[in-house]
Each structure stands twice: as C-alpha cells, then as structure tokens.
C-alpha cells in the first residue's frame, strides 16, 4: 500500500503572531511538491488565523492542538471544534502526551474529542505513546493499544479512514532521544495490526501511521524507510524553517 507521507510541525507554546507568520513564510519557500507529500503546521490557537491567512491558496496544511468536544457554551478558556474548523485548521492533534500528563486528559476524553473534530468535519491525529516506565516494565503493547483503542472507540469505518495516529513514545519527546527505526516499525505494525483486527484490512492499509519523538533533518530518512512509519509529527525541529523544510524535503536531501 502506497500511503502518501505527512508531516505536521507541533509548535506546542511558541510563537507570537509575527514569529508564526514569518516561519511559515520561510516554510512556503522551500515545501516539497505537494503531490508527493502532505506537510501541516500546528501553531497555537493565537496565531491560527494569521497563519491560516498566510497560507491561504498553499498546500501548506492547517492543524490546531487541542480542542474542547462541545460546541459552545459555558466553558472558559476552551475552543471548540466550530471554531476551529471556522479560523480554518484541517487537524487536529488529540491526546498529545503533554496534555495526557499536565492536563489530565483520559482516554474516554481523548474519544470524545476525537468524535467532536470528525462531527465537525476536523481530521484527527490521535497520539498514543508509552512512558519510559512502561517500556521498562514491558508494557509498551499493552499501554499503545489502550490508548488506540479508547481515543477511537465507537467510530465507524469511514471516521478511522479520517484519523491520522501519532506513535510517540514520552522518553522520545523532547529529550533528543529517538526511537530506532526497529523500535518504531514494531509498535506501528502493532498499531496497524489492531486497525485490522477492530475495523478491516482495508481501513488500516489506508491511515496514515505517524512517528514522533525527536525527530530530526537526520533521523527522519531511516524511519521513513520503516513499511509503517508513514510520516512524522515533528516539535523542536519544527520551529526554525531551516530544520522543519530539511525534514519535509527528506527524500530529496
Ligand atoms: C511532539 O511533542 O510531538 C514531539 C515529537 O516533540 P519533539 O520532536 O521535540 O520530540
């Protein structure tokens, strides 16, 4: 299966208004041929729709990096799903292990999020991902497909075909400590395998399997060479155009 590669800059809290639309500017310089790869930016909800604006007729893809699951109402400091889709974001990254850890965001919470974004026409990139714990006590599988299997309970077919997942173990994140290119195919084929298992052969074929974890201009070739590493959800690295454009252009550089 010929999965089309993506990759998505998570700035996480970086950027005011005026650094965001400069970097990407300098993105838009140097974007891969937009037939070949699909490249997304997640910058704070600040700056959505001054990057939305500057992007606007590019290939250059829009994602938010969190969302509240109703519509509107009485919640202070949330954004919903409405709004996102209105500033114009395409993604939307749920369950980031940042929010698992800080914000206490649950798996029930993190399926519902999921749910609201497909309700409201958002395509989501689910994260799953293992502490460093739990890798050391071999819990790895046990914990990923917890994490799968909760942020897309209940979703029919076609709302798995709009999901994109994001293996990212916590030890990789942030820590300039990456995944092997082995450690990362195993748990995406796992991730692959219960796609197949809890919906068809077909549907897992299809949705696109990010790595993420100190992903770099160097590492990225290898893990791409991975059958199921499908693309890359990229935060350090994603905040200078120099890095986040070599990553993106990996097949070439
Ligand atoms: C992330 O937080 O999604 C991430 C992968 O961060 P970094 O690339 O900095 O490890």
Not at 8 to 37: F, R
Not at 65 to 88: H, R
Not at 103 to 117: H, L, Q, Y
């Amino acid at each position: 299966m010929n999965r089309k590669p993506f990759i998505a800059g998570n700035w996480k809290m970086h950027k005011t208004i005026a650094e965001a639309v400069s970097l990407v500017n300098a993105i838009l310089l140097n974007l891969p041929d937009p037939q070949e790869i699909d490249v997304a930016v997640a910058p704070p909800f600040t700056a959505l729709a001054a990057v939305a604006e500057a992007i606007k007729d590019t290939p250059l893809k829009l994602s938010a990096q969190n969302l509240f699951w109703e519509k509107e109402g009485a919640y202070t400091g949330e954004i919903s799903p409405l709004m996102l889709k209105d500033v114009g974001c395409e993604y939307v990254i749920i369950g980031h292990s940042e929010r698992r850890q800080y914000f206490g965001e649950t798996n029930e919470m993190i399926n519902k999020k999921v749910k609201a974004a497909l309700t409201f026409g958002l395509k989501p990139i689910l994260c799953v991902g293992e502490r460093l714990e739990e890798r050391e006590e071999g819990k790895t599988f046990e914990v990923v497909k917890r994490q799968l299997l909760g942020g897309l309970a209940g979703l029919a077919p076609e709302e798995v075909l709009k999901t994109t997942i994001a293996y990212e173990p916590v030890w990789a994140i942030g820590t300039g400590k990456t995944a092997s290119p082995t450690q990362a195919q195993e748990v995406h084929a796992f991730l692959r395998n219960l796609l197949t298992k809890n919906w068809s052969k077909e549907i897992a074929q299809k949705v696109r399997i990010l790595y993420g974890g100190s992903i770099k201009p160097e590492n990225i070739k290898v893990l791409m060479q991975e059958e199921d590493v499908d693309g890359g959800l990229v935060g350090g690295a994603s905040l200078k155009a120099e890095s986040f454009v070599r990553i993106c252009n990996f097949k070439g550089d």
